[in-house]
């Protein structure tokens, strides 16, 4: 089973940058498609960005802000956010694709002013 920690949010002013980190551990993901989603407050969970062999893939509210990759080698997914904007505030979690069962603690990004 793999276990999966994201890191890296936090208080960003709008038009800023963040790079949330998504750490796997207890097996390699390297044949995994892994995805980015997020749950703004008051919201549903949404679809952010998703990676794997074929390339990478992003809702249409963060097209062109946003960018996936990951680091197979220290088994690691990362989501650079520029461009922030207040509309961005949820927390973000990690997941293997598609997903299964419950989710991690996510991080928190807040864009405000």
């Known amino acids: 089973q793999v276990q999966l920690v994201e890191t890296g949010g936090g208080l960003v002013q709008p038009g800023g940058s963040l790079r949330l980190t998504c750490a796997a551990s207890?097996?390699?993901?390297?044949?995994?498609?892994m995805g980015w989603f997020r749950q703004p407050p008051g919201k549903e969970r949404e679809f952010v960005a998703s990676?794997?062999?074929?390339?990478?893939f992003y809702g249409d509210s963060v097209k062109g802000r946003f960018t996936i990759s990951r680091d197979n080698a220290k088994n690691t997914v990362y989501l650079q956010m520029n461009s922030l904007k207040p509309e961005d505030t949820a927390v973000y979690y990690c997941?293997?694709?598609?997903?299964?069962?419950?989710w991690g603690q996510g991080t928190q990004v807040t864009v405000s002013s």
């Open positions: 997941s293997i694709l598609p997903h299964k069962g419950s």
């Open positions: 207890g097996r390699t993901f390297t044949s995994y498609t």
């Open positions: 990676i794997n062999w074929s390339g990478s």
